[in-house]
């Protein structure tokens, strides 16, 4: 999208690191992933600028909820994704879809 070429680099930056780190400590029996969020209901975000428009850009057509970020932390933390490490879960109900 144009205009984002700083929050999008800023976002790979941190994919690669997630990579990069879980490779370094992989062997020590540490994983590490990360998780990229789209638009979530929370105060800051009932001010945003043109929700509406933000949130079609979805596949779901809706902002997600806390407790779905907070659900996907506690997978990527369980026995359920013991085998996840490196990864970069997108918990954005198809918000990236074009990324």
Same mark, same amino acid.
């Given at each position: ?10 976002? +790979?930056? #941190? ?14 029996? !540490?994983?590490?992933?990360? !998780?990229?969020?789209?638009? !979530?209901?929370?105060?800051?975000y ?9 949130? @079609?850009?979805?596949? #779901?057509?809706? @902002?997600?909820?806390?407790?779905? !970020? ?12 013991? +085998?996840?490490?490196g ?13």
């Open positions: 999208m144009p205009g984002l070429t700083p929050y999008t680099t800023s976002k +790979f930056a #941190l994919r690669g690191l997630m990579a990069s780190l879980a490779q370094e400590v992989g062997p020590l029996g !540490i994983r590490c992933n990360s !998780i990229c969020p789209g638009p !979530i209901n929370t105060p800051l009932d001010d945003f600028p043109d929700k509406g428009a933000h949130e @079609a850009r979805s596949n #779901l057509k809706r @902002a997600g909820e806390a407790e779905e !970020i907070a659900n996907s932390v506690v997978y990527l933390c369980s026995e359920a994704g013991a +085998f996840c490490s990864t970069t879960l997108k918990v954005d109900g198809g918000w990236s879809k074009w990324c």
